[in-house]
């Protein structure tokens, strides 16, 4: 089983639509949890954080995370062509080692007018 | 927010030779991260870069093909070593530890290798 799990897509959403993304991970202790947003061809930028059960929101997007499922989302409301990008997820996994951010391997959104 | 610059921004290389990329930050930071996306693939995290000491490298990753390192808080430098075409990848740094929450990490705009 994979450590963090995404369906890859593409997801498509008309225009003003909600997206909703979706990430499962598999390492019941982690405590810290984020959604990277990367466009073509650029690196990640972290778009939400998220450390607590329930929801977070910043702006149109809102994070959810259900801990006991060990399940994270992001939804981003009134979707525009500029959120057309790939939406990656990561957890905070502790190991012998120290944390260490391990990546889903991503959700292309595409929004189409 | 911290400006985070990599350079090379991009470079084509031939096999069996070494290229070395730098990453600099404009404010001190705890912890430096270098990781490898190969195209159409998720991060893949490589090493964690230690000032003062030697890298901790992820399974799969050593020190004689990626030599690390960290002078300071604000700068780093990773080694790709004897590359082959297999390495061609973008390789980004990461730095956390800046005003935030806990574990949140932050990108320099990649490196873009291509070795033929």
């Known amino acids: 089983q994979k450590e963090v799990e995404q369906n890859s897509g593409p997801l498509s959403v008309p225009e003003g639509a909600i997206a909703s993304l979706n990430c499962t991970y598999s390492?019941?202790?982690?405590?810290?949890f984020f959604w990277y947003r990367q466009y073509s061809g650029k690196s990640p930028e972290l778009i939400m954080s998220?450390?607590?059960?329930g929801d977070k929101e910043d702006g149109r997007f809102t994070a959810q995370l259900n801990k006991a499922s060990q399940y994270v989302s992001l939804l981003i409301r009134d979707s525009q062509p500029s959120d057309s990008a790939t939406y990656l997820c990561?957890?905070?996994?502790?190991?012998?080692?120290?944390?260490?951010?391990?990546f889903g391997t991503g959700t292309q959104l595409k929004v189409e007018l | 927010s911290a400006v985070i610059s990599q350079k090379p921004s991009r470079d084509i290389c031939q096999r069996g030779t070494s290229l070395t990329i730098q990453c600099q930050v404009d404010?001190?930071?705890?912890?430096m991260f270098w990781y490898r996306q190969q195209p159409g693939q998720s991060l893949t995290l490589i090493a964690t870069?230690?000032?003062?000491?030697?890298?901790?490298?992820e399974s799969g990753f050593v020190i004689d093909k990626f030599p690390i390192s960290r002078p300071n808080l604000t700068f780093s430098t990773l080694t790709v070593s004897n590359m082959s075409p297999e390495d061609s990848s973008i390789y980004l740094c990461?730095?956390?530890?800046?005003?935030?929450?806990?574990?949140?990490?932050?990108f320099g705009p990649g490196t873009r290798l291509t070795v033929t």
């Open positions: 870069a230690n000032q003062g000491s030697e890298a901790t490298y």
């Open positions: 990461s730095v956390a530890g800046l005003a935030g929450g806990p574990g949140e990490q932050y």
């Open positions: 390492d019941r202790v982690s405590q810290s």
């Open positions: 990561a957890v905070l996994i502790l190991t012998g080692g120290g944390n260490k951010l391990t």
């Open positions: 404010s001190q930071v705890t912890m």
């Open positions: 998220i450390y607590s059960n």
